[in-house]
């Protein structure tokens, strides 16, 4: 069974940085395009940076030139880096991939994490 993991949530104050981790683990063959989505009570959730296993990124526009999605695959791991968070950054965060492993009969499925809450203060 595929699992993904977030950790580094927590609470900061505007203008600081947290650093989010999402480490994949289970029968993994290949992870392909991984991202970060948030999501608040009572909206939709939303796609924060994705990645994809080329290391091509992208990011909502809110977030760009604040935020850095990166990736290590040698460690089925992807990171988002926040800097300059803002309380409308206030989310729970959660991880998202595309993986091809060795219970998933040839095709690819997506994956979520359980999440992980991001406060920021004013």
């Known amino acids: 069974q595929v699992q993904l993991v977030e950790s580094g949530g927590g609470l900061v104050q505007a203008g600081g940085s947290l650093r989010l981790s999402c480490a994949a683990s289970?029968?993994?063959?290949?992870?392909?395009?991984m991202g970060w989505y948030r999501q608040v009570p009572g909206k939709q959730r939303e796609s924060v940076a994705t990645?994809?296993?080329?290391?091509?990124?992208n990011y909502k526009d809110s977030v760009k030139g604040r935020f850095t999605i990166s990736r290590d695959n040698a460690k089925n791991t992807v990171y988002l880096q926040m800097n300059s968070l803002k309380p409308e950054d206030t989310a729970v965060y959660y991880c998202?991939?595309?993986?091809?492993?060795?219970?998933?009969?040839?095709?690819?499925?997506?994956?979520w994490g359980q999440g992980t809450q991001v406060t920021v203060s004013s």
């Open positions: 998202n991939a595309y993986i091809w492993s060795t219970a998933s009969w040839g095709k690819v499925i997506e994956y």
């Open positions: 289970g029968s993994i063959l290949t992870i392909n395009d």
């Open positions: 990645i994809t296993r080329g290391s091509s990124t």
